[in-house]
């Protein structure tokens, strides 16, 4: 499979220190959920290579299985069989608070529901997940007004949830799923609640994210948000129906970030 | 990790800010628990200071020694100076032994008067009895033996009747009895149902027995130093025998006097406030127990509540120990809130009622520093199951979580 994705840059490849490989591999993945008669097979046997700076959105009607397969890509779940690489890893054979470890070190998490502490100043939240990696408090301060200026919203800092609109809370959300620097950033619906003109800017600042090299997940129902990905995956019960690699090439010419 | 238990616990005082009614009426039951036992430790140590304090007015390592009836209508034999000598000489352990009489009489000096109470010492009663000149002097060899006109006085007899500073060599009248003032004894406690021990006026025992009571032997008590290191059992039987024998007194008849030994009127009192305490302690051992239950309630329900807090937290990388630091760190917190709380209304309750009792107000910085850990041991018992709870949630389902 990831033959035909875009080939991954010499300077990329150097930077990893090694061959290039997929970010994110996923073979004969199923998921279960319950037991007996009311058992439910939600995925039944995923393969799905994803290389590092890709743009994917995953679509697929209710209960096709993206929303499993996101939630095993975040290293959240673990596949009932089959086989998940990330990084390397075999994730599938990590313990709990190892898969904790991996999400803090690695992964950027954006909500459709944007899932911000509430009553929390729009810069606390940023910083949260500096606090959990254990910086101080001075770097954690600096790191998150960075971020927060990545997404236009430093001004906003002292700002609750209740006091930004829905389209300022989800770029707080994108600014807290930035601050760790992670390798991929996964998105969950993240425009389903804002209006088509927000999530056009939400979209535009993700790519522009992805363009300094950050590989995006985005789970999405909206064709139009789904344009903006250089690959779709198509879900249908359970099983990857199809995937379209190479979209936007025009816009953005695989690499050419690093060129 | 510092760093951690630092914001932890900025986060647990602005949850417990946020629901301040909330968290006051859940650590009511600590608060109570803590207030009562402490109070209760104060006061006792209070009354105990007071009763010791009291019994230190009657001397230590004292027996004290007086006729009792055994016929309501027959007066028991008075004791004697030679019964006191006897007591003096024949028993190993006894330092000394002194007799005293007292009386009421009306003291005059410088055309004023007060009734006060007059009574018949030596040098060894004074020993005995720790009382201490602070100004002039004491009864000598002298005084004693020819039944001096000669008076030590209580602070308060000097503050009803004399002028400051012109106290000292002094002619009073007593009674009478006139007398030249050549001592004040030392403000002293007042001593178990003796009335006010300042308001007195001593004069040589001698002096006493001839002009005020008409009898130069007897005396109405006497007081009997032992020296600590012996056995205060065995010298009290020594004391019990010898005296038996020298009242005539038949094997199987009871005693006709009484010896109150003042070590044991202190051990009574220490008993009694040991046995409140526990009392008081048991129940609130009981309030603590309910108002942990509290505290565990309502971490259960501020979990629950928090669901969608806990699965962000756990989505973007937190460990379970550190989603159950986080609750562990609120419980006690809000414990640990309580138990202050409870230490200040202590300190109010003991002040207010160690007021009332007319008792002395003694801090405690053990029992105080003891109740506090405890609320905060309190805190980890009972939140440690919330804060588990917490941090095995799975975090799709608390993301999912309304």
């Known amino acids: 499979m990831s033959t035909a994705s875009p080939p991954l840059t010499e300077a990329d490849a150097a930077r990893n220190g090694r061959a290039a490989e997929a970010l994110i591999e996923m073979e004969g993945i199923t998921k279960t959920f319950g037991q007996g008669a009311a058992a439910f097979q939600a995925l039944k046997g995923v393969d799905l290579s994803i290389d590092r ?54 992964l950027g998490f954006v909500f459709q529901g944007f899932n911000l502490l509430a009553r929390t100043s729009a810069l606390e939240n940023v910083e949260l997940p500096l606090l959990y990696r254990g910086e101080k408090k001075k770097q954690r301060r600096e790191a998150a007004e960075r971020s927060l200026d990545l997404v236009g919203l430093l001004p906003w800092a002292d700002h609750t949830p209740a006091e930004l609109s829905g389209g300022q809370q989800q770029r707080v959300a994108i600014a807290r799923a930035l601050v760790t620097d992670p390798d991929v950033l996964l998105a969950d619906e993240p425009t389903g609640n804002l209006d088509t003109e927000r999530s056009l800017e939400i979209m535009e600042l993700l790519t522009d994210l992805n363009k300094t090299g950050i590989t995006i997940l985005m789970v999405t129902h909206e064709e139009e948000m789904a344009q903006f990905a250089k690959t779709i995956v198509h879900f249908r019960d359970g099983l990857v129906e199809r995937i379209d690699r190479g979209l936007k090439s025009h816009v953005h010419a695989p690499g050419g970030e690093h060129a | 990790m510092l760093g951690m238990i630092g914001a932890t616990f900025l986060l647990a005082l602005r949850e417990i800010r946020r629901h301040l009614l909330r968290s006051f009426l859940t650590t009511l039951g600590i608060i109570i628990g803590v207030a009562a036992v402490i109070t209760m430790v104060t006061l006792g140590r209070g009354l105990t200071a007071d009763v010791q304090e009291e019994v230190s007015g009657l001397g230590s390592d004292v027996f004290i020694v007086f006729p009792t009836r055994t016929d309501p209508n027959t007066a028991p034999p008075p004791f004697d100076d ?134 130069a032997d007897n005396v109405q008590f006497f007081v009997v130093k032992y020296d600590p290191t012996y056995s205060t059992a065995t010298i009290q039987q020594q004391l019990i025998d010898l005296l038996r024998e020298r009242r005539v007194i038949q094997e199987g008849e009871d005693n006709n006097f009484n010896i109150v030994d003042t070590a044991e009127i202190s051990d009574t009192v220490n008993n009694i406030t040991g046995t409140m305490t526990a009392v008081v302690t048991m129940i609130a051992a009981i309030s603590l127990l309910v108002g942990g239950i509290g505290i565990m309630n309502i971490m259960l329900v501020s979990v629950t509540e928090r669901t969608r807090e806990i699965g962000i937290r756990l989505a973007i990388g937190a460990l379970a120990r550190e989603v159950r630091l986080q609750f562990l760190t609120e419980a006690v917190v809000l414990c640990c809130f309580g138990g202050l709380l409870g230490i200040l209304l202590a300190l109010g309750l003991s002040i207010l009622l160690a007021g009332a009792a007319d008792l002395p107000f003694i801090f405690d910085p053990v029992v105080n520093g003891l109740s506090f850990v405890f609320s905060a041991i309190m805190g980890i018992v009972f939140g440690y199951y919330p804060a588990h709870r917490a941090s095995k949630l799975d975090p799709i389902d608390a993301l999912r979580h309304e």
């Open chain 1, 53 to 106: 700076g890709d743009f994917v959105a995953v679509m697929g009607p209710s209960g096709s299985g993206k929303s499993t397969t996101m939630n095993i890509l975040g290293c959240l779940d673990v596949p009932t069989t089959g086989r998940f690489r990330f990084r390397g890893v075999e994730v599938q054979d990590l313990a709990r608070d190892q898969r904790s470890l991996l999400r803090r070190r690695y």
């Open chain 2, 82 to 215: 030679a019964d006191i000598r006897a007591v003096e000489n024949q028993i190993a352990g006894v330092v000394n032994a002194a007799g005293s009489v007292s009386t009421n009489a009306t003291a005059f000096h410088n055309g004023q008067d007060w009734s006060t109470s007059v009574e018949g010492a030596d040098t060894e009663f004074f020993e005995a009895q720790s009382i201490e000149i602070a100004e002039g002097r004491g009864f000598n060899e002298e005084d004693e033996a020819r039944g001096g006109s000669v008076c030590v006085i209580g602070p308060k007899v000097v503050e009803e009747i004399f002028v400051a500073d012109e106290v000292i060599g002094e002619n009073m009248r007593v009674g009478n009895v006139s007398c030249q003032v050549i001592g004040m004894i030392e403000e002293r406690s007042n001593s178990v149902g003796n009335g006010d021990a300042n308001d007195v006026v001593f004069m040589p025992l001698k002096t006493v027995q001839r002009r005020f009571i008409g009898n």
